[in-house]
């Protein structure tokens, strides 16, 4: 069956914008690394944000909301996300109508992941000892001084590893951006598939792009990890963060 493998259908031309199928492939993975990146932005910024709200003291009612965007986003399946952020919300308010589908497959998977990563972020805060809260407290420092100078450093510190994983699926859940037409590596491999019937070639290279984007992102956050970790303490503070 190798036999019968043609490689040189990527040098072949689409008849489109782009000169050859490998062109078009990498335009495609390009896409696919902005779509990821920028999603990963707004589930970093969101999910942080959302994860220290559900562990501030004296605050039940901003807990219960923080609470409540987890279970919304978590619950609900990317892909009807996508289609709400497609079809719905532009219904609801019409200023978005105008926005650019690749926003909208942004902000979708953003939200999809920022309430992952929420979850993450608070059991990183609620892994810490409780006597570094106290120790903050203790010098003077108001709530959001001993979140940013004592908590959250040794927090991001233990939830690198899961965090890995969330930017690993953040790359792999972009796929789904073909529902709504953004020329990402799913959609290239379907389209490319049809119009060559090469799809054992086709979607051979695009798995392979994937594996390195993946590979990528390991090697960076290990490379983080290492550069980050506290001697000692990353180990046990990560088992005990694990039950939540």
């Known amino acids: 069956m190798g036999s019968n493998w043609d490689w040189q259908v990527f040098l072949q031309d689409p008849g489109g914008k782009y000169p050859t199928y490998w062109q ?85 998977l953003g939200f999809f992941t920022s309430a992952r990563i929420a979850e993450q972020v608070r059991s990183g805060i609620q892994a810490l000892p409780k006597g570094q809260r106290y120790a903050g407290m203790a010098v003077g420092f108001t709530t959001p001084q001993y979140y940013r100078y004592v908590i959250l450093p040794m927090a991001y510190r233990i ?36 119009e060559t019937s090469r799809g054992i070639e086709v979607y051979l290279a695009v798995t392979g792009l994937y594996v390195i984007s993946a590979f990528a992102i390991n090697r960076i956050m290990a490379y983080i990890e290492k550069k980050t970790r506290v001697p000692g303490f990353i180990v046990s503070a990560s088992a005990g963060g694990g039950g939540h």
């Open 159 to 194: 939830i690198i590893p899961p965090l890995t994983s969330e930017t690993m699926n953040i790359f792999k859940n972009s796929s789904v951006a073909f529902a709504v037409s953004v020329t990402e590596l799913t959609m290239f491999a379907m389209q490319a598939q049809e």
């Open 24 to 108: 078009w492939m990498l335009s495609a993975w390009g896409w696919t690394v902005s779509v990821a990146l920028l999603a990963l932005v707004v589930a970093l910024v969101l999910g942080s944000l959302v994860g220290i709200i559900r562990t501030l003291p004296n605050s039940p009612w901003l807990i219960r909301l923080g609470n409540a965007w987890v279970e919304l986003f978590r619950n609900i399946p990317l892909l009807v996300q996508i289609f709400l952020w497609y079809h719905v919300i532009p219904a609801l308010v019409p200023v978005m109508k105008g926005v650019p589908s690749f926003v909208l497959v942004v902000l979708a």
